[in-house]
């Protein structure tokens, strides 16, 4: 079965330092996503791209946070300068198209700012 | 806005049936999802109900009512491995392109011998 590829799984780095987070999208998915879950707390939406722009966006994607598809397959989350409450599970996302369609996700990359 | 309620934790026994309820009140609505997560795991998904009533699917049933906000996933036949977190989550509405998911904070079943 296709599935939503995330790496890496794990990565600990110093506060201020730049992050990228990799996703390999379902094929022939069309909307791509990034989601958080910090320690404890609920899923909570960051980003939507569709067609090689961002869709929406929620307050906690600041200046801080970017994302790229570089080519045909692969979905970024960079974040510029890290904080210590960046500290959470970073989850990819994706679709196929039309609106009733299920959002899959990946396995995740917990990303530990210290 | 999206608010998104449900109970934080959840005990069952082995073999019952357990009921999670979710109410929700939100700007928009195209649907309502269920998603089970164990501790450090994506979420995967479970159900989706756009419409009122009851959709079945083998051990869990999912429940809608729009003009009450409120939904439910029953669990039957309860095994030891359906102890996992349960997400309730609202799908924004088509005009708003990509159809974002928006979660509430999950219960958290516990199934016991």
């Known amino acids: 079965e296709p599935e939503v590829t995330q790496t890496p799984s794990h990565q600990v780095t110093q506060m201020g330092q730049e992050v990228i987070l990799r996703c390999v999208p379902i094929s022939n998915h069309l909307y791509f996503y990034w989601y958080r879950q910090i320690l404890g707390q609920k899923v909570e939406f960051l980003v939507s791209?569709?067609?090689?722009?961002?869709?929406?966006k929620s307050e906690i994607f600041d200046d801080q946070f970017s994302v790229e598809r570089p080519d045909g397959s692969n979905f970024t989350l960079k974040i510029r300068s890290t904080k210590l409450e960046d500290s959470a599970m970073y989850f990819c996302a994706s679709r196929a198209g039309g609106s009733g369609n299920t959002i899959y996700f990946g396995e995740g990359s917990w990303l530990t700012v210290v | 806005g999206q608010n998104i309620d449900q109970p934080t934790e959840m005990t069952a026994t082995e073999g019952a049936i357990v009921q999670i309820n979710c109410t929700y009140q939100?700007?928009?609505?195209?649907?309502l999802f269920w998603y089970q997560q164990h501790a450090g795991e994506a979420p995967t998904f479970l159900s989706y109900?756009?419409?009122?009533g009851l959709e079945e699917k083998g051990r869990f049933s999912s429940f809608l009512s729009r003009s009450k906000g409120y939904s439910y996933l029953l669990l039957k036949e309860l095994q030891m491995k359906d102890s996992a977190s349960y997400l309730c989550a609202v799908r924004d509405p088509p005009e708003k392109g990509a159809n974002n998911l928006f979660f509430g904070t999950g219960t958290r079943l516990t199934v016991i011998p």
């Open positions: 109900n756009v419409l009122d």
């Open positions: 939100t700007s928009g609505f195209n649907g």
């Open positions: 791209f569709y067609n090689n722009e961002i869709s929406e």
